[in-house]
């Protein structure tokens, strides 16, 4: 099923509320990460949250790949970028897969408080979604350059 970003916001804000209570993260931006990651196009051409094939297919809205993970993976090809800055496709990569948008939610929460590369990016102490969104982004950026 798939939601346009205000459906996505009305159904899953106040879970997302309650995910990352006491967390340091913000509600925004986990309703902003799970926007991104998930959007797809459907029929009419339209983006929508959850139209992804990841998202149908595994419930995974945040492409949360299976690195440590001893639950369901999908395999589908991504795309990536290299070292360089070049793009490339990685072939049959595995994805954590959910039974639900709410799973996918909780250990999208977990995965980050788990990770101290992001207590050390300062995402927890953001006081505002775009420092989240910056702090996320420069973890990001870290492991691109760690790729071979």
């Known amino acids: ?12 804000g106040g879970y997302i509320s309650n995910a990352v209570k006491g967390t340091g993260l913000l509600q925004g931006t986990v309703i ?7 959007q797809g196009r459907v029929a009419d051409g339209s983006n929508e949250v959850g139209a992804s094939k990841l998202a149908r297919n595994s419930n995974n809205f945040f492409g949360i790949k299976c690195h440590n993970w001893g639950g ?6 991504t795309g990536e970028v290299a070292k360089d800055g070049s793009l490339y496709v990685d072939k049959n990569a595995c994805f954590r897969k959910y039974d639900s948008v ?3 939610i909780d250990d999208y929460v977990k995965f980050l408080k788990d990770n101290p590369r992001y207590e050390n990016a300062g995402v927890f102490q953001a006081q505002t979604v775009r420092e989240q969104a910056e702090a996320l982004l420069f973890v990001k950026k870290i492991n691109y350059a760690r790729k071979d």
């Open 1 to 12: 099923m798939s939601y346009t970003r205000l459906e996505f916001v009305e159904k899953y």
């Open 32 to 38: 902003a990460q799970g926007i991104i990651e998930s």
């Open 72 to 77: 369901k993976g999908y395999n589908i090809d």
């Open 102 to 104: 709410e799973d996918s």
